[in-house]
């Protein structure tokens, strides 16, 4: 059975991030997301933002390391939110009552996915933004 791989990629823009995610997130690689939303608190971002446009799967271990990130981020004054989950991970996070995690329309009514790597809802900057680069990779903790 092949190893599930998933890639993460991480934007700063002040005190706000964007993580996106590719691949699959299961038992194997929710370590690997866990430990990037505690970089970002670790580094002093308040608001993180999590691309799941490229995520084919999410899990329960997946749904319960959102959760407990989210309850991080908000003792820390900031916020998390989901956006963009496929239809399965948007009915997993419906199913648990997690719908707070997301930062969309509801089920069916779901936006088009991120262009050029930013969010919409972030505020423009007068500086050209960094390029988008792994943060960490499958199999690197």
Known sequence: MPIPQLNVYRHD????????????????????????????????????????????FCGC???????????????AGGSLQLHYPRPLVARLVELTDSGFLLRSP??????????????PTAPASPRRPAPIMPALSGGVL
Request: hydrophobic content about 40%.
């Open 13 to 56: 823009r002040e005190s706000r991030a964007l993580l996106t995610l590719a691949g699959e997130i299961d038992i194997d690689t929710a370590p690997l997301v866990r430990e990037s939303l505690e970089h970002c608190l670790r580094d002093g971002i308040r608001t993180i933002d999590v691309d799941l446009t490229a995520v084919a």
């Open 61 to 75: 271990s997946g749904l319960s390391t959102f959760l407990h990130a989210s309850q991080q981020t908000t003792a």
């Open 106 to 119: 509801p089920l069916g009514h779901l936006p088009a996915p991120l262009q050029g790597g930013l969010l």
